[in-house]
């Protein structure tokens, strides 16, 4: 049973870092929700930045990474002079025992 939990497990450290990597200098994450589920994990990611460029590069710096899949933009908004946005995703779950995500 426990070689069954550690299988499944996510390894969050990794994946916290695979998002981080692909977040340009000039985004704020204001948060990251994780929902696991069997076999994926789904991540909803809010933000603000100030340049639209900026999240086009986020996104399609997620899209590339084999992580992920099903990268959308599920809302964008201009509040105050900084666009907010929200991207959703899921994460292949891998084990953490050997296998890397």
Do not use: R, Y
């Not at 870092?17 to 809010?46: C, E, F, L, R, W």
């Not at 929200?86 to 025992?97: E, H, N, Y």
Request: aromatic share 4%.
């Amino acid at each position: 049973t426990i070689d069954a939990v550690k299988k499944s497990a996510l390894d969050w450290p990794l994946l916290l870092k695979k998002i981080a990597d692909q977040v340009p200098a000039s985004i704020a994450i204001t948060g990251i929700n994780i929902d696991n589920n069997i076999g994926s994990a789904t991540i909803h990611i809010s933000g603000q930045t100030q340049f639209n460029s900026d999240i086009t590069n986020f996104v399609v710096g997620l899209k590339e990474d084999n992580t992920f899949s099903g990268v959308n933009l599920s809302s964008i908004s201009l509040e105050q002079g900084a666009i907010k946005f929200a991207i959703d995703t899921l994460a292949k779950l891998t084990a953490s025992g050997g296998k890397s995500l």
